[in-house]
């Protein structure tokens, strides 16, 4: 990339899931739960999601072939249900997440890596955990827990833009792509 880049002319870009209103709700209600014995800084319900490939900072005039990348994925829709709530101590998060393998998700994540690789992009190559991050900056962790069950039907994949702003991250999703019943 090019580093005499201006800022506007780079977007800093992932890959993600988005709740239907339900889930969100739900979500985000527990994130207010959660919140007395985590502390901590609840997300916003509009920005809650899961990241399926972080990709960072892209240049604007490459963001087509990303988008081509994304649209060679043939991954079918699936449910997925959130059952565990957790804290990571190494960033302080609180976080809702499946507590068993998703088939259809981790093989919509394994083709997103791979369409994405082909075309010439680097992306944060760690380790897929799925998770919805529901607090931030959590002062006490807790132990794991059963979350009562959230049910996100799974329908469409997104590509997002992060902007900081003084309110924190925005979110605006650049292009969507429905998954195949």
Avoid at 24 to 37: M, V
Avoid at 142 to 155: D, E, G, M, R, Y
Wanted: with cysteine; hydrophobic share 45%.
């Amino acid at each position: 990339m090019d580093t005499n880049r201006q800022d506007h002319d780079i977007a800093r870009v992932f890959f993600a899931l988005w709740p239907p209103r339900g889930p969100c709700e739900t979500l985000h209600a527990y994130a207010l739960q959660s919140r007395k014995a985590c502390g901590g800084r609840c997300m916003r319900e509009e920005t809650l999601h899961m990241t399926l490939l972080f990709v960072g900072a892209v240049a604007r005039d490459r963001l087509p072939e990303l988008m081509g990348a994304a649209e060679k994925v043939r991954s079918t829709s699936f449910n997925l249900m959130l059952t565990q709530f957790a804290c990571w101590k190494h960033n302080r998060i609180a976080y809702a997440s499946p507590a068993e393998q998703i088939d259809a998700l981790t093989k919509l994540v394994r083709e997103l890596r791979r369409e994405v690789k082909a075309a010439g992009f680097a992306f944060d190559a760690h380790e897929f955990k799925p998770h919805v991050t529901l607090l931030r900056n959590v002062e006490h962790l807790v132990a794991p827990q059963v979350l009562p069950a959230v049910a996100w039907p799974v329908a469409s994949f997104y590509l997002v833009e992060s902007k900081l702003t003084e309110r924190g991250a925005q979110y605006q999703v650049l292009q969507s792509w429905v998954l195949k019943a």
